[in-house]
């Protein structure tokens, strides 16, 4: 086995011995690949961003980022220093380059719904990256080949090869589609083309997939980049909670601008009909309760759709996501007083463990509904939950879950729930979403 | 006649544990033999109290130099003669004694009353407390029929019930000398069966009219119940000191009531359960309140943003 492992290893590092015995030395041969060029080139500009516990020195969190400018601002992930951001005097960041250069880091900017934070190293840097102009305007072409950059898993400073597939297809935030692999630690670090300018930036992959990985546009780091640069002085570290809660207002202001600007499909259920997403990045899936075993007493026909979107606030913090459903369900053979169980099974407002550190607990509000008793809205049960977000003032969690009251054997379950919308936004959809349904008598 | 004094030894209950008759017109109290009534009691004197007529013909008792004294009734003074009227009792020592004479007026003979056999009242409880339960878990099974659905809520009411009749019923046995099984068990299904239409009424208005309070009160009056039914079972085992009985059940009561309420605040810190919630829907053929426009049902949302605004700060 030593002996085999030895083989392996000088066969490795033969080129460079017949090198060393060339008599005349010849210029080195050219870097063999494109990738070599690339990384030899980002290697000064690339860091790693740890988040370390103030009090211990013990980190918490890896990620990487990349330099842009000369005097030492760097790009990286909203998700890499979220922990900083929201709590500034239980952590503190710190880079570490790919040479042993290491030193702390000041946070200049985030933006939480593109999930990027810009920060300035606290020495001035050597090379920095320049943002592709193709990307920045949308014409990069798909397929072609790009590179993405950073320290997956604490390994080391690695290069992968991939392709660029473009914006992802119904999504509600612009992403790019990166089809190669994007590991944790790599989150923050750059996509860069064959000659080295950024596409984007790692940030996710999808766990079901092989190889499909995202990246956040260039234009939102150029952006993000400008307004720090416009900064005068870097800000209060605790002013970024109350900036934190400023842009998921705004992201919701803009998502439900967009969803109630809109407005809902309605879809056929029986006797009834409900209101369905009709926007591209909202995705439906239906179900059944037919093929259950012991066979079910009562038809459960069901839709959920949902808008697939996380906005990823804190480790225990996701938010923005919207989603619909409805269960249309129709009695086999149980009476009257069973089918209303059946119903209120179906409509609970299931609790849970609660989270105290982000929510006010959850209390609701329910009554006998009827949005316009002479036009075509049948009578409704409405459950309305809300919780408030602790941390920003405005925002809340609400379920929304109505069953017609109108019929014995059959009835119709809605349900309507979203995370971090303002009251106004949330009463206006609820409006819009009990509105919509109705029935043929 | 001849003067008689009748001597009664008591518990600390006032029962009578043993009854002396005396024709003289003086008699001695103590441990030592030579006294008319020789008491093992060891905190009394060999020789402690002379019970005796005074001048006028009442009778008194009088210390004769003891340790441990005389003492009246309940009292903490110490006193060397008393007069007897013959309903207080005076104490020497430990033992309790009461002293009375021929002529001591006694209560009319009592006619014997046949108590009432009450077993024909508790059959047609147990069928409405069990058919009750059995109609509603009949009424809210969605799944397949099960036995063991059945069972179980009736077996918990069996249970209960003989812990609780069980229970009082040895209570009586043991203080009353008398089981009163009868009346013991209609009482406590007579409870139940107002508990239990109690919860179903509940339960359906709290659904139609969209009150949850009227779920969520509901374990006041599960405790008030159990309070009163415990002072009603008191007053079978012995219709003396109704006002302790019944402030003793009242304070119980009122510690289940704070129990549960403090037990549940606090498990709200822990689930998430929303807290107006009903727990039951019934067919829309028993709808019974009005129905709101959803706009006045939004509109009237204010307050619970308000409500939630404000537990934002709470830690």
Redesign the interface.
Known sequence: MPRLFARIVLAAILPSAVLAETPNPQPPPPVSSTGEQIYAAARPRLLQVRTLLAAQDKQTTLGSAFVVTPDGLAVTNYHVVSQYALEPDTYRLEWAGADDRHGGLALLAVDVADDLAIVRLDKPAEAQFSFDPRALDGTLPKGEQIYALGNPLDLGFSIVEGTYNGPVERNYQERLHFSGAVNPGMSGGPAVTADGRIVGINVSKQLQGELVSFLVPARFAATLVAKAQALAKPPDPASFRDEIGRQLTDFQAGLYRTVIGKGFAQAKFGPYRGPEAELPWMNCWGGTNAGQAPPPRAAAATTACSNNTMLFVANDLGTGSISLSHAYLKSIDLNDFQFAAFVRQMAMVRGGYYARKWHTHEDCREDFVQSDPAAEHPPLRLTWCAKAYREFPGLYDVTVVTATEDRGQEALVSRLSMDGVSWDNAIAMSRQFVDGITWNR | MEPVIWVEVLTRQRDVISRHRFAASELRVGRAYDNEIVLDDPHVAPVHLRIARDDGGSLVAEDLGSLNGLYIDGGHMRTPRVLLDGEGTIRIGQTWLRVRDAAHPVPPERLIVQERRLWPWALPLVVAIFGIEILGV???????PRLTNFLQPLATILIQLVLWVGAWTILCRIFAGAARFERHLVLALTAMLIYSLYDEVTSYLAFEL?E?WLVGSRYVVYWVMVGVTGFLNLRIVGPGRLRLKAGAAAALTAAAIAYVAINQSSM???????????H??????M?L???????A??S??DG??G???G????K
């Open positions: 009949w009424l809210n099974e969605i799944g397949e969209s949850e709200q810190e822990f689930v998430d359960q929303p807290d107006s919630l009903i039951r829907f019934y067919p829309p053929a709808r309140g009005p129905t709101a426009r959803t706009d049902f939004l009237r949302l619970l943003r409500q939630l605004d537990a934002r700060d709470e």
